[in-house]
């Protein structure tokens, strides 16, 4: 099992911004394409982005294309998530996730998960 740890939700007014982290001590980090999934109160897992495990392409769902920015510093064994103009439908449990065979991971089926970091944007 890979141990991943978020960091960084909160309570935003709409329009603002939150950084998400997601940190593991694995060492073998840079083999995982890592990803983020969130999920609202009363509704499914919801897939938000991924990145490729060097980091050199990412993917976005629509809704949050231009809003949010994902990230990694393979160094630092860390991936990222920068949310800008966040709006109350944003507002969810944010879940870090690894895919230890794919290059590229879209959607939600990863193979590693963290326990999730809450995100509250009020209107």
């Known amino acids: 099992q890979v141990q991943l740890v978020e960091s960084g939700g909160g309570l935003v007014q709409a329009g603002g911004s939150l950084r998400l982290s997601c940190a593991t001590s694995d060492r073998t980090f840079s083999t995982y394409a890592m990803g983020w999934i969130r999920q609202a109160p009363g509704k499914e897992r919801e897939f938000v982005a991924a990145?490729?495990?060097?980091?050199?392409?990412?993917y976005y769902t629509n809704s949050v294309k231009g809003r949010f920015a994902i990230s990694r510093d393979n160094a630092k064994n860390t991936m990222y998530l920068q949310m800008n103009s966040l709006n109350p439908e944003d507002t969810a449990v944010y879940y870090c996730?690894?895919?230890?065979?794919?290059?590229?991971?879209?959607?939600?089926?990863?193979?590693?998960w963290g326990q999730g970091t809450q995100v509250t944007v009020s209107s």
């Open positions: 990145i490729s495990r060097s980091g050199d392409r990412t």
């Open positions: 996730a690894a895919d230890r065979t794919s290059s590229l991971r879209i959607g939600i089926g990863y193979d590693y």
